[in-house]
């Protein structure tokens, strides 16, 4: 059984357009998270999500947006593509609110042309 | 400034050659450190928690051990299994919680 799942794995699409990753865990974990992990394999928290409390990295540009429709899901919404947005998105979940035990997806590698 | 310092960057042994990856840390209000391993192409796989100055903790050839400015994982008696990047995370609360991860430690165990 997978743990933490992420669709789709790769994504190409031009830049200005809007795009959509999924993510469903079936751990029954409290929190979930959205990482990026730029090329220089660096990697960063984008959102926390537990009990529709959301954390979010002062960094990341408005345009990402995560939506939880129930507690095994977060998708991450992006808009706007730009090209410093090609990376490897992870998401990840963990049984409390406090970043331990973290079990992580498979990846998805976004390549923006 | 880095919160979280990982060396060295890439780390070559020989099997049955044992070593330590370090993690130094510069944030106050530590409220955890944690180990990650990450396989190619593959997210990072949980390895250890470490609250407090002098907690360590073991599984199989690996050991983490954490004083009150950085964290070491020693590996004993590597195998080319082990053949991986290693990253170590930071948890602090500075008005709020914070999380960083380290740039990594890549080992390639030669057999």
């Known amino acids: 059984d997978t743990a933490v799942s992420q669709t789709p794995k790769y994504l190409v699409t031009q830049m200005g357009n809007d795009k959509s990753i999924k993510c469903e865990q079936n751990l029954g974990h409290d929190t979930m998270y959205w990482y990026k992990q730029d090329s220089k394999k660096f990697l960063k928290i984008m959102f926390s999500?537990?009990?529709?409390?959301?954390?979010i990295n002062e960094t990341v540009p408005n345009r990402f947006s995560p939506k939880s429709p129930d507690k095994a899901h977060l998708n991450l919404h992006i808009n706007s593509l730009e090209l410093g947005d090609s990376a490897v998105y992870f998401c990840a979940s963990s049984p409390s609110r406090a970043y331990n035990e973290q079990f992580f997806g498979p990846g998805t590698r976004l390549t923006v042309l | 400034e880095d919160q979280v310092t990982q060396s060295p960057e890439a780390l070559r042994l020989q099997e049955g050659e044992s070593s330590s990856l370090n993690c130094s840390y510069t944030?106050?209000?530590?409220?955890?450190l944690f180990w990650y391993r990450q396989d190619p192409g593959k997210g990072p796989e949980f390895l250890f928690t470490?609250?407090?100055a002098g907690e360590e903790k073991e599984k199989e050839r690996l050991k983490a051990t954490l004083t009150k400015k950085e964290s070491f994982l020693h590996i004993t008696a590597p195998k080319p299994e082990d053949s991986a990047t290693y990253l170590c995370?930071?948890?602090?609360?500075?008005?709020?919680?914070?999380?960083?991860f380290g740039s990594g430690t890549k080992l390639n165990v030669k057999p």
């Open positions: 470490l609250y407090s």
């Open positions: 999500y537990n009990n529709k409390e959301l954390i």
């Open positions: 995370a930071v948890l602090y609360s500075d008005n709020f919680n914070k999380f960083y």
């Open positions: 944030v106050s209000g530590l409220r955890g």
